[in-house]
């Protein structure tokens, strides 16, 4: 199909707009590429030099964010949609879109995870340690009223029940934290509106749940040699991760989007009972140590400081962000702290999340090489 | 380099133009082809030494058959042409898949497999290649003398606009317009406009509408519902990427003063597979017909020799889209029923047959599933699923992965072809606000122009589906 029309005054218009568009940006352009530097490696012969050109120019095209921010506020004002990745709920509540979506082979992916999950807790125990897994529910569960009409795939529906139950029956031993968390969304809100994690007021109510495990189950001696103390700074506002997925820029005023007020938390020790402790290197002689994700390893949330707080104990935080639960724990178990001198307890943050989804083959490569050469 | 990114639309586009129309008429063959070797080294510059090698060669071929003092020593220079042509032809796009159908058989056999290190395939080569054919035919068969004018040959051949992806275009077609064009107010503004208009249709339309295609043939596990939903989204970004490109193309050409032929005319109103291959790819159906069809006979002889024709002319077809299997098996399909309709006789002027073009349209888009598949065994996969009909509703991998956009892009694409269903057989609905109809598009093609430059800028890179052929 195409438009024919012999009106001059269109004709006008079309070449006048077309034309001023192309030059303008051919003046922008001669601005934009004119720091570009020569990449000496690079192969002028095979187009590799015209390739990088183009990729520098195109990140610095002066319409990429102003496009990026306008196509953002297109898309959810007009669809209530972002860039694959988020759900948009109603009162501006986000979630991420792993927790709702279904995975082709979510069953035997969750079978492989889960007897990761298992060998590891067999490898640390062989070590002499304990292991207690931490497991984080979905925040669309925790806050499935604000999902709206979308749809979540069954393989959600039941998966922390299933998952809990699935690993202690193979004797490892799990931290149910959902009811704690449903319960304590009367107080203060658990899960970040604009964000995958949970707010400081969330992880705090997540460490006191495994410091009660703790206390109850396993009467844990390292427990209750220290005394901590938390300090609420003052709330400011929050741009949570999953605002990443609605890019709107400059039209962020324009239509009302979710925000955060994040109240940080600062844990320190208040008094101390134990003489391991009192070490030039206390940390270093901590004898818990806590493996996760983002969940764990972003200071925002501060679990770890509340952890500290609930166990009474110090402890040696080695989550990572973004590697999702088995890469931290492979490189942990690899470590020289590990393998010198294991702790007495190791906490592992997992998001029950990851569970379903299938994992890099070379991370659950490699953590099964660890445990098999170390066995 | 590519029409629809920003580094051809706010680089390469002023430039060329502000050079060219400064330059005066006699030396724009020049500028062209100064800037179609730019365009065309931007992806890889050491193959310009075989896109040059050709156009040379060609071009004194074409003397050496225009001077041969018998008609057997012109056919002789035909047939070293050929030999050239379709030599560089085989050796950059089949050579590999014949080594790779020829080893599967020896290590079925129980013999080594031969070893060939992968060859890369120059962009454009099958379309320059048919070009130059054409043009050597052209001169054999006295339809055209060959050119003295050396630069007008490499800027024919090079020419940027048709370059990569078509429309092919006939040396016979354009020789008077590089000796004499004109550039007109008019010609130019209609240029503007056909390229904005399938700029949108390529990064507007058939961007939005890609993930739906990708996503579905990226899965294993595919419902009734999923398959026929991604086949019918193809064929849809298909036709919107494609014929969008061939819009920039001529859009281009008009701006510079050449009037391409048209390489689509509302393919999907069509109520035969015959009159499909009227409208679609037009360009590249004349080059069958006249240089391959008509060659090996036609419909001069026996019936059973057109049905053969016809069937070999698609297969053959299928098989220059790509060294794959599936391409050889969509021409198959095509060429099937191009010999089954003319063994029935169907014709295809009388008027608007509703279940007549709904059929077409099935064999359509039967036809684009494995050419769109990466192998046969993911073609039939996706078959499997479509025949089965054991489930009309999308799994929930497939519903998760689709956007309201998407959705909304697919029901207005939708809409646009069933408008042009409508427009293409004249007296049905809708010919009365055919104004109305015009001056809407008029004016929503500058804001959906704007729209789809910052969709592109926002979204980095939009190759065409047509530069892999």
Redesign the interface.
């Known amino acids: 199909m195409h438009l024919k029309t012999a009106n001059p005054l269109w004709h006008g218009i079309y070449s006048a707009c077309f034309g001023s568009l192309v030059i303008a940006g051919a003046i922008y352009s001669g601005v934009a590429l004119r720091d570009y530097q020569l990449q000496e490696q690079k192969s002028f012969l095979k187009g590799q030099v015209a390739l990088d050109i183009e990729h520098y120019y195109n990140e610095n095209f002066i319409a990429r964010d102003l496009g990026s921010n306008l196509w953002a506020l297109i898309n959810y004002s007009l669809f209530r949609e972002g860039r694959v990745g988020v759900v948009i709920g109603e009162e501006s509540w986000l979630y991420t879109l792993d927790e709702v979506k279904d995975y082709p082979e979510a069953a035997q992916d969750l079978t492989t995870n889960l007897a990761a999950i298992d060998a590891v807790a067999a490898h640390v125990r062989a070590q002499g340690s304990d292991l207690l897994v931490a497991l984080v529910p979905e925040k669309a569960a925790i806050y499935s009223e604000y999902l709206g009409p979308r749809r979540v795939a069954p393989i959600h529906s039941q998966l922390y029940a299933q998952v809990v139950n699935q690993l202690r029956g193979q004797g490892v031993v799990v931290v149910d934290t959902t009811d704690a968390l449903i319960n304590a969304k009367q107080t203060a809100t658990t899960f970040l509106k604009s964000d995958t994690h949970w707010t400081p007021f969330g992880a705090e109510v997540v460490a006191k749940e495994i410091a009660q495990t703790l206390k109850n189950s396993l009467h844990h001696p390292l427990l209750e040699q220290q005394v901590f103390s938390s300090q609420d700074d003052e709330p400011t506002h929050f741009q949570g991760d999953l605002l990443n997925y609605i890019p709107l820029g400059i039209f962020s005023e324009w239509v009302d989007v979710s925000a955060d007020q994040l109240v940080k938390t600062r844990t320190q020790v208040a008094t101390s009972t134990a003489t391991a402790a009192d070490d030039l290197f206390g940390e270093s002689s901590a004898d818990i140590a806590l493996v996760g994700t983002s969940y764990s390893a972003n200071a925002n949330w501060n679990f770890a400081g509340a952890l500290k707080q609930h166990l009474g104990t110090d402890l040696v935080n080695y989550a990572q962000e973004g590697k999702g639960p088995f890469v931290p724990m492979t490189d942990y178990l690899n470590s020289a702290d590990f393998t010198n001198a294991p702790p007495a307890l190791v906490i592992w943050e997992i998001p029950v999340r990851f569970l379903p989804a299938p994992q890099p083959k070379e991370n659950i490569a490699s953590l099964l090489a660890i445990l098999k050469g170390n066995q | ?1 590519v029409f629809s ?3 051809f ?3 390469f ?3 060329f133009f502000a050079v060219y129309f400064l330059t005066p008429n006699k030396w724009r063959s020049l500028i062209i082809v100064i800037a179609s070797y730019i365009f065309y ?6 193959f310009l030494a075989l896109f040059f090698g050709i156009t040379a060669i060609n071009y004194w071929l074409g003397l050496r058959i225009e001077q041969a003092e018998t008609r057997e020593r012109a056919k002789r220079w035909l047939l070293l042409g050929l030999a050239i042509d379709l030599g560089t032809l085989g050796y950059f796009k089949y050579a590999n898949f014949g080594v790779d159908s020829m080893n599967a058989l020896l290590v079925s056999a129980g013999f080594e497999p031969l070893e060939l290190g992968k060859i890369l395939l120059p962009i454009g080569v099958s379309f320059y290649v048919f070009e130059s054919i054409s043009y050597l035919m052209d001169v054999y068969r006295k339809e055209i003398p060959a050119t003295r004018r050396f630069l007008d040959f490499c800027a024919f051949v090079a020419l940027f606009p048709h370059l990569i992806a078509g429309p092919i275009l006939r040396f016979k077609d354009l020789s008077d317009q590089f000796a004499n064009r004109t550039h007109t ?2 010609k ?3 240029g ?6 399938g700029f949108i249709k390529k990064v507007f339309i058939a961007d939005t509408i890609a ?1 739906l295609v990708d996503q579905a043939y990226g ?3 595919m419902t009734t519902g999923d398959a026929w939903v991604a086949a019918i989204a193809y064929a849809i970004q298909l036709y919107f990427d494609f014929s969008g490109y061939s ?1 920039m193309a001529i859009g281009l050409g008009l701006m510079m003063g050449f009037r391409f032929m048209e390489n689509f005319n ?1 393919p999907y109103a069509s109520q035969s597979i015959t009159e499909f291959w009227q409208r679609w790819h037009i360009s590249l159906s004349s080059w069958l017909k006249n240089y391959l069809y008509i060659p090996l006979g036609g419909n001069r002889g026996s019936s059973v020799n057109t049905y053969r024709n016809l069937f070999l002319t698609m297969l053959l077809g299928g098989l220059w889209h790509g060294a794959n299997w599936t391409f050889i098996v969509w021409g198959a399909w095509h060429g099937t029923w191009l010999a089954i309709e003319r063994a029935l006789g169907l014709k295809t002027d009388s008027g608007f047959k509703p279940l007549r073009w709904i059929f077409t349209m099935l064999l359509v888009v039967i036809g684009w599933v494995v050419f769109r598949a990466e192998s046969m065994a993911d073609a039939l996969r996706i078959y499997e699923a479509m025949f089965s009909f054991s489930n009309w509703q999308l ?3 497939y ?3 689709i ?3 998407q959705l ?1 892009m697919l029901v207005i694409a939708c809409g ?1 072809l069933v ?2 269903v409508c ?1 293409a057989h004249s007296g049905f609905v809708w010919q009365w606000k055919r104004k109305y109809f ?1 001056a809407m ?2 004016l929503l ?2 804001p959906l ?3 789809s ?9 939009s190759p065409f589906l047509y530069f892999q052929f």
Do not use: H
């Open positions: 380099m990114s920003s580094i639309l706010f680089v586009l002023p430039i080294g931007w992806w890889r510059i050491d107010w008019d130019t503004a209609e503007c406009s056909r390229f904005m208009q993930p899965m294993e596990n819009d509302r799994s929930q991998v519903a998760d992965s956007t309201r956009q909304l646009v408008f042009e427009r015009s598009g008029a093609l500058l122009f704007m729209l430059v910052l969709k592109l800028a926002a979204e980095l890179y």
